[in-house]
């Protein structure tokens, strides 16, 4: 059976994310991160920033949510049991401190078949309360035995 | 101008994540798929046992890249990755790179995250602003 491929160039809705101190440290820390940049918000000031900012690769916790609703969409039609996440790109733009408010949109830029396996590619940009451009990811997510 | 030249090996970065640790970043990610925090599950579905999560180890990456600007998180500008073997909790993860070009303040640096001959980060690339 070909891979279903209506899905090509589907777009889906903005979900939005209030990023917070905590979430922020809860992150550094999993990763160890210890720049006090991210713990402390007078050093944060002091190296520029508005509040405290997140770690570049934070952005996974503000934009993924946003490919809940593209991986169960029925038009997309993945198979979980069987795929993996083979690739990511994030290209990062202002930074995010807390207490913006992040607003993820999803689209599909490809669906094709290869050696038998469907390759996914999803990608989010990700936008603060003032309409700056922080982050676009690319997800590519492989399935095998389509 | 940046001390840094083509060819140049970036500083490692090794870490050796704890039994607990998918558990956290679980927390921390909000991505709670079995297959990193529950050990029975994993096996249950033919994996060896509960393996880390990839955008952890890409997190890893991250870091070791944003410490060439001192952990700046404004230095990270861009960074592609490809996931390939499984990481494993409580194995050490070497994250080592090399100096692909330079452009005045803004390096590129092929990375790559091993625990011992396999590779599960390959093909890392990341664009730092110095």
């Known amino acids: 059976m070909p891979i279903k491929t209506d899905a090509i160039g589907k777009e889906w809705p903005g979900t939005t994310y209030q990023v917070g101190r905590e979430k922020i440290k809860e992150y550094a820390n999993a990763l160890g991160i210890d720049n006090p940049v991210h713990f402390d918000v007078e050093a944060a000031r002091a190296a520029g920033f508005r509040d405290v900012p997140a770690p570049p690769m934070f952005a996974v916790v503000y934009s993924g949510p946003a490919l809940g609703p593209v991986l169960f969409d029925p038009e997309v039609e993945m198979n979980f049991a069987a795929m993996v996440h083979g690739g990511q790109v994030f290209e990062w733009g202002e930074p995010v401190c807390s207490g913006d408010e992040i607003t993820t949109t999803s689209k599909c830029l490809s669906i094709e078949e290869k050696d038998g396996k469907g390759f996914y590619v999803f990608e989010t940009v990700s936008v603060n309360q003032d309409g700056a451009e922080v982050v676009r990811g690319t997800w590519t997510n492989i399935v095998r035995g389509v | ?130």
């Open chain 2, 1 to 130: 101008m940046s001390d840094l030249n083509v060819g140049d090996a970036v500083p490692e970065l090794s870490v050796t994540p704890d039994k607990y640790l998918p558990h956290r970043y679980a927390g921390a990610s909000g991505d709670f798929n079995p297959i990193h925090i529950d050990d029975e599950f994993a096996k249950m579905v033919g994996l060896p046992r509960n393996i880390l999560h990839g955008l952890y180890s890409m997190g890893l990456v991250a870091k070791a890249n944003a410490a060439l600007a001192g952990g700046d998180p404004r230095a990270l500008k861009r960074l592609s990755v490809q996931f390939r073997g499984m990481g494993m909790p409580e194995q050490e993860i070497v994250v080592s790179g090399t100096v692909k070009s330079v452009d005045g303040d803004r390096v590129v640096v092929d990375t790559v995250a091993q625990q011992g001959e396999t590779a599960i980060i390959k093909n890392a690339t990341a664009e730092v602003q110095l």
